[in-house]
Each structure stands twice: as C-alpha cells, then as structure tokens.
C-alpha cells in the first residue's frame, strides 16, 4: 500500500507563500511511473484539482491557480511539490497529494490557512 505523507502547510499573510511536500513510500514498481496530482477541498465544497504532473513530467493547473502556483517532482526522493506564490484567502483549504498508478492513493492533508 503506497503511503503519502505531505508536509509544509501553515498559516500565512495574504501575499506569501508556502512550499507543500509530498513524500511517497512503499512504492510498487517505481515512482517514476506514478501521475501525480494535489487537490485541495475547503469547508463545505467539493475536492478540487489544483495541480497535476505526468510521469513524462507534463503540467496541468486549475485556473485560478495559473501563474502562482508551481507543480514539480524529484523523482530521486520520491517527491512531489507544490510551491505556492501570492497567495490568498480564498486559497485557505486542507492540501491533499494524489497518486495514480494502477490505483488512487490519497495522502491525509495538510491545512493551509491565508489569513492577515
């Protein structure tokens, strides 16, 4: 069972940013074959997609994070992250890392809160 474990969350001033980890371990075949994604969910929405990165490396990002927010992998480390730039409230949700690979694996989340 692939395990995720993400890091980096906290509370932040509008205009910071943050720099979300995600560490996998038990890995089935190699971590180079996993698609990679974070998703965020806020009080009383739905989960959404944020970011995503291939196994070829290829990026995708929701709109309202386009320009701010960066996805990117070492694969080496078996990590995925997430730098998060200009930030703002509306942004405030818990952090979750997604694996694809044959199956989904999700990590437990890691609270992000833009507040002054």
């Known amino acids: 069972q692939v395990q995720l474990v993400e890091s980096g969350g906290g509370l932040v001033q509008p205009g910071g940013s943050l720099r979300l980890s995600c560490a996998a371990s038990r890995i089935v075949f190699s971590f180079n074959a996993y698609d990679m994604g974070w998703y965020r969910q806020a009080p009383g929405n739905e989960r959404e997609l944020v970011a995503a990165?291939?196994?070829?490396?290829?990026?995708n990002y929701a709109d309202s994070v386009k320009g701010r927010f960066t996805i990117s992998r070492d694969n080496a480390k078996n990590t995925v992250y997430l730098q998060m730039n200009s930030l703002k409230p509306e942004d405030t949700a818990v952090y979750y890392c997604?694996?694809?690979?044959?199956?989904?694996?999700w990590g437990q989340g890691t609270q992000v809160t833009v507040s002054s």
């Open positions: 997604n694996a694809r690979f044959e199956r989904e694996y």
């Open positions: 990165i291939s196994r070829g490396r290829s990026t």
